[in-house]
């Protein structure tokens, strides 16, 4: 099982600024590339200031330009902000950039606030179409000439320009949840992205069983991967209470998640408090001590013992997810002590 870096810039207020929080997210891709990390990946996201990505295609070029090795994945575009033959320009482009390294991940959107901004108030769970549509007519623009004639898009022959490095196509990615995502995903030879967000690890042997019956449903394809993404924190052994600010973190980020799921009340220039910690009263998957179970929480030989478990579960990937509203000095300090004391226990 390989290790990848889940990033954004997180800014929580008007405090620290946003070059800073890009140098930071810089600081920690070269640690995870220096650590031998096979992917960061960075999210689509509009005007939410606790995770700063309207697109992941300058952060990514930029980071093409001072690493060598670790590969540049979009966790993830999606689909019904952009038009095929943007995507399979951009990524291509980026393949170009970073010789060779993109992964192009997609997913059909989440939050009703960016769909009732960016497509007309269109309903979030109506996103499923543009991503089936969208994948095959992309690797279709990535070969050669091709008109496309759907129900969402329509163009006569154009082609992709820039064409991409990897042939037949860079790897792809999609971010599944359902039973029928994850056999369009498999069907189409794309890998899969899974979270389990606050739920435990037998939500993350739900998702691979609902992963491997597609697998097992699509016998004529060659069999993709999954990947696995999950707050992780790693604490030193002699503070027994360092999961504590770890957990608490996350539960704050999880309560913002919450407060723009919602799409109850208007953000500030960008900004939105969490949701009340009343909200959560009869919601124990919220409690820090939950958290601490469930996220990727605890110390090396506590995390080690967890992730042997998703590698026997058949996981190709486990991608260590940054974001938790801590300081960058705390991430930092995790990502070290995961690639100190965990990272050489799979090598």
Request: with cysteine; glycine share 6%.
């Amino acid at each position: 099982m390989r290790f990848s870096l889940f990033i954004h810039m997180e800014r929580w207020d008007d405090s620290v600024s946003t070059e800073q929080l890009f140098a930071e997210l810089v600081e920690l891709t070269l640690l995870a590339e220096k650590a031998g990390f096979s992917t960061v990946w960075i999210g689509e996201h509009h005007s939410m200031e606790y995770t700063i990505s309207p697109s992941p295609m300058p952060q990514l070029a930029y980071l093409a330009a001072v690493t060598t090795k670790i590969r540049l994945g979009a966790g993830t575009i999606i689909a019904p902000f952009w038009n095929p033959l943007r995507v399979a320009g951009e990524t291509a482009l980026l393949d170009v950039i970073s010789g060779g390294r993109a992964e192009v991940g997609l997913a059909r959107g989440a939050y009703q606030f960016e769909f009732d901004r960016l497509a007309g108030g269109m309903p979030g769970k109506e996103g499923g179409q543009h991503l089936r549509e969208l994948i095959p007519a992309v690797r279709e623009l990535w070969q050669g000439d091709y008109a496309h004639d759907g129900e969402i898009w329509q163009f006569p022959v154009s082609t992709s320009v820039p064409k991409p490095v990897q042939q037949p196509t860079p790897p792809m990615w999609v971010a599944a949840r359902d039973p029928d995502t994850h056999d369009f995903a498999v069907a189409n030879g794309c890998n899969v992205m899974v979270t389990p967000l606050m739920k435990g690890d037998e939500e993350v042997a739900d998702l691979v069983s609902k992963f491997e019956t597609a697998v097992a449903n699509h016998p004529e394809v060659a069999r993709p991967e999954i990947m696995v993404l999950r707050h992780t924190f790693v604490h030193d052994e002699a503070d027994p209470e360092g999961w504590r600010p770890a957990a608490e973190g996350v539960n704050k980020f999880y309560r913002t998640f919450d407060a723009w799921f919602g799409n109850k009340t208007d953000p500030v220039d960008g900004f939105l408090e969490p949701s009340p910690e009343a909200k959560f009263a009869e919601r124990p998957e919220f409690t820090p001590e939950s958290l601490h179970r469930t996220a990727m929480i605890g110390t090396p030989d506590e995390v080690i013992t967890r992730l042997r478990e998703y590698e026997a579960l058949g996981v190709d990937e486990f991608s260590f997810w940054s974001d938790n509203s801590l300081s960058h000095e705390q991430k930092k300090r995790s990502l070290e002590l995961f690639i100190e004391k965990v990272v050489p226990e799979f090598s």
